[in-house]
């Protein structure tokens, strides 16, 4: 019943029904806490109602059992923990998503690993990730500033 519970949230997710898909997708969840894609769900939802606290606990529920092929859940600990201004673990978040991300899903991820490096002044390793970034989505929401920092990262 997991599963279904799990589909039933993805349906409702793509209908806009953010509400009617936590509740399916919590529902997946009571019915086995060992399948961990409701939890990246839940993460992703909470990620975009701005609730970082939950996108982080559901995120590290996620990865806690197995932390492997979980591009996805990487990547949403990384996005709540660089808005929570949790540093590090954006920064080792950021680096798990890239590497687990075979298909380069997740390009923002590049661009959030740049700007933490930036900010402690690794400025090499920065502009490198950052061009990453600019490769994989040169039109993406973060580009102007992309090619800002990494210009300035690059000059240093």
């Not at 894609?37 to 701005?50: D, F, K, N, R």
Request: glycine letters at 8%; a negative charge.
């Amino acid at each position: 019943h997991s599963g279904a519970w799990d589909e039933l949230g993805l349906a409702l997710e793509m209908q806009g029904r953010a509400a009617e898909a936590r509740a399916a997708y919590q529902k997946a969840v009571d019915a086995d806490a060992l399948f961990v894609l409701p939890l990246v769900h839940l993460a992703g939802l909470a990620l975009a109602a701005s609730r970082n606290g939950e996108a982080l606990e559901f995120s590290a529920r996620a990865l806690r059992p197995n932390p492997l092929n979980l591009p996805r859940a990487w990547f949403y600990h990384c996005v709540a923990s660089f808005d929570a201004g949790h540093v590090d673990a954006a920064e080792k978040s950021a680096r798990r998503t890239i590497e687990e991300d075979k298909e380069h899903g997740f390009p923002r991820a590049e661009y959030l690993l740049g700007v933490v490096l930036a900010r402690r002044g690794e400025s090499a390793e920065a502009a490198a990730h950052l061009r990453s970034f600019l490769r994989l989505a040169p039109d993406g929401a973060d580009a102007g500033r992309a090619r800002q920092l990494a210009a300035e990262m690059e000059r240093r």
